[in-house]
């Protein structure tokens, strides 16, 4: 496919000062055209959001590094049997890689039991660190639900899109061979509804465009990030929105680190349109289904070895 480096996706400024509008005026649905627009035609948007501070961003990724940085055995007791919920790294196929995970990650019972798997005693500031982080971004997630519902004039009949809890991932990509240009994670479409995603200064993240092209995506300021587009979202809208694939393509010499704070459908939640986003023109698209099903078929033997796990889940006659 040919690479397209100079596009970019649209950047919405979601500032709290930018969402000081009301609920219902005008300004407001400017803004819920936009995230719906930009979510249609990228699945994805470049999001500036000025809640969380550049200093707090910095401690942020400190705190991710002290994690990576740790040896390999003591990373390893991060389990969860949940596919991608724990750690991962070792993989043949993408050597670069590796992540862990904190699921419930704004639950503080959760940031403490997973430092005190990893550290001895704990790690209180990783944990204050982190809780200080993920509180807005959930916050905001949940803000961008409400703007996709109303952008869909279905205010009144829906809180939120589905519920969900934040899983953490914090993931490092190592710097390549000299002079290659590698795979740090292979091409994909997210499980989750969606997806936060935050980044150093090291670029990697291309998403692919509905025409085939590559676009390489680094975030325009400081105090920027990216939302994308999962799978359960797009099936929740009728394919009306963009579950994107993107992948993370290395190249230089200093390792990558981010974050994703990705938004994952409590269990035992089933994904389906609200019957507003159905009708003659756009019959449903896809058959309702078990949201932990889903995942777990998605990263089965089964489900790894075909292009879209969605659409051979959906129409397989699961339920």
Not at 69 to 85: A, I
Not at 113 to 140: A, C, D, M, R
């Amino acid at each position: 496919m040919a690479m397209a480096s100079q596009n970019q996706v649209p950047i919405i400024n979601l500032s709290r000062t930018s969402l000081h509008c009301v609920r219902g005026e005008q300004e407001w649905h400017n803004l819920c055209k936009r995230v719906r627009e930009a979510c249609e035609t990228f699945g994805c948007f470049e999001v500036v959001y000025d809640q969380i501070s550049l200093q707090l961003r910095d401690e942020t990724f400190e705190m991710v590094r002290q994690v990576f940085s740790l040896p390999s055995e003591t990373k390893k007791k991060n389990f969860n049997p949940k596919p991608y919920h724990g750690y991962a790294g070792g993989y043949p196929v993408i050597p670069l890689y590796e992540s862990l995970g904190i699921e419930d990650v704004t639950n503080y019972d959760s940031l403490r039991s997973f430092t005190e798997l990893l550290w001895p005693h704990g790690h209180h500031q990783f944990s204050q660190t982190i809780s200080s982080t993920l509180k807005p971004v959930e916050e905001l997630c949940k803000i961008i639900q409400k703007m996709i519902i109303d952008s869909y004039g279905l205010k009144e009949k829906l809180g939120l899109i589905m519920e969900t809890k934040t899983l953490l991932r914090m993931m490092k990509y190592k710097a390549p061979p000299s002079g290659e240009y590698m795979d740090g994670l292979k091409a994909h479409t997210d499980k989750p509804m969606c997806t936060l995603l935050f980044e150093d200064q090291v670029s990697g993240l291309e998403i692919e465009t509905k025409d085939g092209q590559w676009i390489q995506l680094s975030p325009s300021t400081t105090n920027s990030f990216f939302f994308i587009v999962g799978d359960p979202l797009m099936a929740w809208s009728n394919g009306k929105l963009h579950a994107v694939k993107h992948r993370v393509m290395m190249k230089g010499d200093k390792d990558r680190h981010s974050f994703g704070a990705f938004a994952v459908p409590v269990e035992g939640t089933i994904i389906k349109p609200p019957k507003e986003l159905v009708d003659g023109n756009q019959p449903q698209l896809l058959k309702e289904f078990d949201y932990m099903d889903f995942i777990i078929f998605s990263y089965s033997k089964e489900g790894m070895t075909i292009e879209s796990a969605k659409q051979m889940f959906a129409f397989a006659g699961n339920n």
